[in-house]
């Protein structure tokens, strides 16, 4: 398929519409926490639930428990299909906002996969993260990388301390490391309750009123500052602009009948789907070598993010 969107596809105002002109339909609801407000006209199957539990994924925050849930392939495929078509009209301003669940097969852990029998990576396969400074990029990382190089990101947003953005070829002057990052001494990791550098915070905002839609992975939406961006991209496409939010992930959030499309499953396996509908070689060789050498460019992850403005990129 490719990004060969039609010049007469639906606008998302006709396909909001379409999606909730369900005739009194009292499942609309449901249908929309479990696929997002345009899945919800699909009647797609709902997702099982792969991992139950009581526990509160994060006590004290806007999250739901820790259960964990899986579309099922037939659904997912047609998600990702979706998910492509409308990654299209986003393109260029396109954020993506990732958390620790786009990390966790490269072994790196989580606070919030609580469940017995979690089927997140580093529970499910035992993966051993080994030294935090020397990990490798996820297939997720270089899915992200390709896409940003086709034009299809025009900013990520990565909660992330683990640069592996970077060494998966991301360019550093479109990536936004709004919660810090190890190796930087200009930017540190923040804790729960720090203050937010206040230049990466404007930026952040700066994007948030110019992005057509967000993407988030591996987040649990749960209430952080940074997560203005997602809110508001999916209340301005309520009101009839862009392409919205989009929440790919195992747990449920807060932000799920905002969405214009949810998708339940591991990051590595939905972004595989969506870069084979986009006809999107992954890795891209010419981006691998770039995240390849930044890797050896800086060493021990050394990089000090300089001020950012507004307008950045240039």
């Known amino acids: 398929r490719g990004c060969d969107v039609r010049a007469d596809a639906p606008g998302t105002q006709v396909l909001m519409e379409a999606s909730v002109d369900a005739g009194g339909d009292e499942q609309l609801g449901d249908r929309v926490v479990w696929h997002g407000i345009l899945g919800a006209r699909e009647r797609w199957e709902p997702p099982a639930v792969a991992a139950s539990s009581s526990v509160d994924a994060r006590p004290g925050y806007r999250a739901h428990t820790a259960s964990e849930y899986l579309d099922t392939p037939e659904v997912l495929a047609a998600k990702a299909a979706m998910l492509a078509e409308i990654w299209c009209r986003g393109g260029g301003d396109t954020v993506v906002y990732t958390g620790a669940g786009l990390s966790t097969a490269a072994g790196i852990g989580d606070y919030a ?34 896409f940003g190089e086709k034009g299809l990101i025009g900013n990520w947003v990565q909660q992330n301390h683990d640069r592996l953005a970077q060494k998966a070829g991301f360019p550093q002057s479109r990536l936004n490391e709004i919660h810090g990052a190890w190796g930087d001494n200009k930017n540190p990791v923040k804790m729960m309750d720090d203050t937010l550098r206040p230049d990466l915070l404007n930026w952040l905002l700066s994007w948030a009123g110019r992005a057509k839609l967000c993407v988030a992975l591996g987040t649990s939406l749960c209430g952080m500052n940074a997560d203005q961006i997602p809110e508001i991209v999916a209340e301005r496409f309520r009101q009839g602009h862009g392409q919205g939010l989009v929440i790919i992930g195992l747990q449920r959030t807060c932000y ?15 972004l595989a789907l969506v870069a084979k509908e986009l006809k999107c070689r992954v890795p891209d060789s010419k981006v691998a070598q770039r995240g390849a050498t930044w890797d050896v460019r800086h060493p021990r992850l050394a990089y000090n993010t300089p001020t950012r403005s507004s307008k950045d990129p240039l």
Do not use: F, N
């Open 113 to 146: 996969s609580k469940a017995k029998g979690s089927v997140a990576p580093h529970k499910s396969a035992g993966i051993a993260s080994g030294s935090r400074l020397s990990l490798k990029p996820t297939l997720a990382h270089h899915t992200l990388a390709a």
């Open 256 to 270: 799920d009948e905002m969405a214009s499309l949810r998708v339940w499953g591991l990051c590595d396996d939905v």
